[in-house]
Antibody, heavy 123, light 105 residues
Framework: EVQLLESGGGLVQPGGSLRLSCAAS????????LAWVRQAPGKGLEWVSS????????YYTDSVKGRLTISRDNSKNTLYLQMSSLGAEDTAIYYC????????????????WGQGTTVTVSS | IQLTQSPSSLSASVGDRVTITCRAS??????LVWYQQKPGKAPKLLIY???TLQSGVPSRFSGSGSGTDFTLTISSLQPEDFATYYC?????????FGQGTRLDI
């Protein structure tokens, strides 16, 4: 059974930093692209970032470029999102999701999701 | 690429046939995905490649379309289908979602 378990969310002050983790199991981690998708309170889904199966290629939505960094450790089956210079607009539930191989683009969608971790940016 | 779903909300009854549309601001071939999200839960993939049913998804769900116009159809609504539905394009970066369609009883 595919499992994705996010952690690392919490309350952070504006301008602060946070690192989210997503521990994966139940599939060949190194063979799949991964993504972070967020959902602000009462709002829709927003794609944040993706990383290829090898980790060689990363992509970001414009609003987070230069502030958020996606990475993965294929030896630990773990996905990360390093977040810095956080603002109120980053307050959301952050989901990690499993994509296709080697990239999400032109694949078969995000077939498995974690339960999400909540990030709240407030003073 | 912007995705516009219609309607934004919809009220229906058990047994009804329901259609949700998703229009892309430019052509995306068939790289369109549909998700279902229930309150407090993570999204669930229903359909990818515009019309391919994800394993385990009931056959009352179907998808169609290509280019810029897509539809999700639920042939006979069941109580567990009341949720919010999102389309997503994975033709090119940045990946985008539609704004969602809330399906209420």
């Amino acid at each position: 059974e595919v499992q994705l378990l996010e952690s690392g969310g919490g309350l952070v002050q504006p301008g602060g930093s946070l690192r989210l983790s997503c521990a994966a199991s139940g599939f060949t981690f190194r063979s799949h692209s991964l993504a972070w998708v967020r959902q602000a309170p009462g709002k829709g889904l927003e794609w944040v970032s993706s990383i290829s199966s090898s980790g060689d290629y990363t992509y970001y939505t414009d609003s987070v470029k230069g502030r958020l960094t996606i990475s993965r450790d294929n030896s630990k089956n773990t996905l990360y999102l390093q977040m810095s210079s956080l603002g109120a607009e980053d307050t959301a539930i952050y989901y990690c999701a499993k994509g296709s191989s080697p990239d999400i683009i032109r694949g078969s969608g995000l077939g498995a999701w974690g339960q999400g971790t909540t990030v709240t940016v407030s003073s | 690429i912007q995705l516009t779903q219609s309607p934004s909300s919809l009220s229906a009854s058990v047994g009804d046939r329901v259609t949700i549309t998703c229009r892309a601001s430019q052509g995306i071939s068939s790289y369109l995905v549909w998700y279902q999200q229930k309150p407090g839960k993570a999204p669930k993939l229903l359909i990818y490649a515009a019309s391919t049913l994800q394993s385990g998804v009931p056959s009352r769900f179907s998808g169609s379309g290509s280019g810029t116009d897509f539809t999700l159809t639920i042939s006979s609504l069941q109580p567990e289908d009341f949720a919010t539905y999102y389309c997503q394009q994975i033709n090119s970066y940045p990946i985008t979602f539609g704004q969602g369609t809330r399906l209420d009883i």
